[in-house]
């Protein structure tokens, strides 16, 4: 089955040591998302890529970044982890303008801890 | 800019009852997509069902439909005979298609905690 994939589940990082998300896709999607979700909240997006267009959200901190090196895979790298970093990320993708039927699919994310 | 508001934080109701969640938002846009997603206990977020704005039938899936009202930017979702496994988190999402950079991003709101009673 086509999906969304993340990939480790569960991350714990030390506080200020880097740490990579990846998130890979076998739906062919044009759009990748990155979304930062806390306990009982709505996910917040952190910033997306169209192909190889990166588009950061306006209040995401810049110890966020992300790479998509292909149309398949997408990471989220974080330079240094502090402990409001916590949280569960989750990559989620779309076909694209124009392409429909517009919704979103998501992965099952991966929970990070910062200790 | 658009906001979605879901205003029952927790609801909880017997197995095989009907419950029905509420959703408001507020837009200016004509042309729009609503969304109810479905988050389970550590489990992955999927659609439960989709409303495009243009339609005035009301989406339905299985046990799921929903309840569109433009006029009055509502969109409930209604889920007959509930099931143990309809316990979950259930978010309420609005989407401009043609939003910028060929995105189209999802206008979340805060969800609401349903659990389903045995």
């Known amino acids: 089955d086509a999906m969304v994939i993340q990939n480790p589940r569960y991350q714990v990082t030390q506080f200020g040591k880097p740490v990579t998300l990846s998130c890979s896709q076998t739906?062919?999607?044009?759009?990748m998302y990155w979304y930062q979700q806390k306990s009982s909240q709505a996910p917040k997006l952190l910033f997306h890529?169209?192909?190889?267009?990166?588009?950061n959200e306006a209040d995401t901190p810049d110890n966020f970044q992300s790479r998509r090196p292909n149309t398949s895979f997408c990471f989220l790298d974080i330079r240094s982890p502090g402990l409001g970093d916590a949280a569960m990320y989750l990559c989620?993708?779309?076909?694209?303008?124009?392409?429909?039927?517009?919704?979103?699919?998501f992965g099952p994310g991966t929970r990070l801890t910062v200790t | 800019a658009q906001t979605v508001t879901q205003s029952q934080p927790e609801m909880s109701v017997q197995e095989a009852e009907t419950v029905t969640l509420s959703c408001t938002y507020d837009?200016?846009?004509?042309?729009?997509?609503l969304f109810w997603y479905k988050q389970p206990p550590s489990r992955q977020m999927i659609l439960v069902i989709r409303?495009?704005?243009?339609?005035?039938q009301n989406a339905t899936e299985n046990r799921f439909s929903v309840n569109f009202q433009k006029a009055a930017k509502s969109f409930s979702l209604k889920i007959s005979d509930s099931q143990l496994g309809d316990t979950a988190m259930y978010f309420c999402?609005?989407?401009?298609?043609?939003?910028?950079?060929?995105?189209?991003?999802?206008?979340f709101g805060q969800g609401t905690r349903l659990t389903i009673n045995p």
């Open positions: 989620a993708t779309s076909r694209g303008r124009a392409l429909g039927p517009y919704e979103q699919y």
């Open positions: 739906l062919n999607h044009n759009v």
């Open positions: 890529y169209y192909d190889k267009d990166f588009n």
């Open positions: 837009t200016s846009e004509n042309n729009y997509y």
């Open positions: 409303q495009e704005a243009y339609k005035q």
């Open positions: 999402a609005f989407m401009n298609p043609t939003g910028a950079q060929g995105a189209q991003k999802l206008v």
